[in-house]
């Protein structure tokens, strides 16, 4: 199983960014984005259902990010808009498997640093 998380950088305030997350070995029920920034917890940002596209996000990205799917590519994309210095973080995508309650899978980050 491998999750593969790309397209972080350095952006000025208001700029956007994509991230992607590739995900390869099996199948999954979601796959979501999580933050850390420098002396804080991870965080919630944003996940999708892999057969729904239902999706949910965190009150701080709200309006801004918007996750989406390809399943062609099994791929998964955040599209980050208007872009915040507090969004600075290493940003990580993680799956989870079918039955599991947790997620279970994470990729390696990906820093987005946003400045002002």
């Known amino acids: 199983v491998q999750l593969q998380a790309s397209g972080g950088g350095l952006v000025q305030a208001g700029g956007s960014l994509r991230l992607s997350c590739a995900a390869s070995?099996?199948?999954?029920?979601?796959i979501g984005w999580f933050r850390q920034a420098p002396g804080k917890a991870r965080e919630f940002v944003a996940n999708i259902y892999w057969s729904s596209s239902s999706s949910s996000y965190a009150d701080s990205v709200k309006g801004r990010f918007t996750i989406s799917r390809d399943n062609a590519k099994n791929t998964v994309y955040l599209q980050m808009n208007s872009l915040k210095p507090d969004d600075t973080a290493v940003y990580y995508c993680?799956?989870?498997?079918?039955?599991?309650?947790?997620?279970?899978?994470w990729g390696q980050g990906t820093l987005v640093t946003v400045s002002s």
């Open positions: 070995g099996r199948t999954f029920s979601t």
């Open positions: 993680a799956a989870r498997s079918t039955l599991a309650t947790e997620y279970n899978y």
